[in-house]
């Protein structure tokens, strides 16, 4: 059975979006939908100079565009969280255009901001909590998935977002 993962990011990065993985072949989900959160660190986008966040420029928003899943990597709890990554390779678009200048985009967990049990930002990857990062590697698994998986990054703001994620006033004690 064919699969291709999505990801959708509202055009404020300062909300959360949502990642869910779809049959090709009826057109529904079948893992998901999940949160994620595609928002690059202001503080370290600025002092790497990128402090408008480009996202296809590295410390930038995820990008958008095509990508192919190519494997799993880690665990790395400090930066990554508790399990594995999934490694991205850009294919089309602004995922393109970052791929040549970085192959370290991914999709992970990691830790949230203390006290508020947010998902924190990263330097152009997808972020999703520890729990969620479990239950979409043991889906990957259970399914026997191939890679490389079809991943599709888009934006736009007509679908529901996840309850829970940072408002448009949210700001990132670590920086974002």
């Known amino acids: 059975m064919p699969y291709v993962m999505k990801v959708r990011l509202p055009a404020n990065r300062r909300k959360l979006g949502v990642l869910e993985i779809l ?5 529904l989900a079948e893992f998901g939908p999940i949160q994620c959160y595609g928002k690059a660190d202001g503080k370290t986008g600025e002092s790497k100079g990128n ?3 480009d996202s296809r420029k590295r410390y930038g928003n995820a990008p958008l565009g095509g990508y192919d899943v190519t494997g799993i990597q880690g665990p ?3 930066r990554y969280g508790q399990y594995a990554r999934l490694v991205l390779v850009g294919k089309s678009g602004d995922a393109a255009i970052r791929q040549a200048l970085t192959n370290e985009l991914r999709i992970h967990g990691g830790p ?3 006290g ?7 330097n152009g990857c997808i972020r999703v909590l ?4 479990q239950k979409l590697l043991a889906f990957i698994s ?3 998935l191939i890679y490389p998986l079809p991943l599709e990054v888009a934006e736009g703001d007509d679908f529901p977002l996840v309850d829970g994620g940072p408002d448009e ?3 990132d004690p670590a920086g974002g």
Do not use: C, F, H, I
């Open 23 to 27: 049959d090709t072949l009826t057109g």
């Open 51 to 53: 402090a408008e966040l």
């Open 76 to 78: 790395d709890d400090a």
């Open 112 to 114: 949230v901001n203390l």
């Open 116 to 122: 508020a049990s947010l998902l924190r930002p990263t």
């Open 130 to 133: 520890d729990n969620d990062m």
């Open 142 to 144: 259970d399914k026997g």
């Open 169 to 171: 006033d949210y700001v």
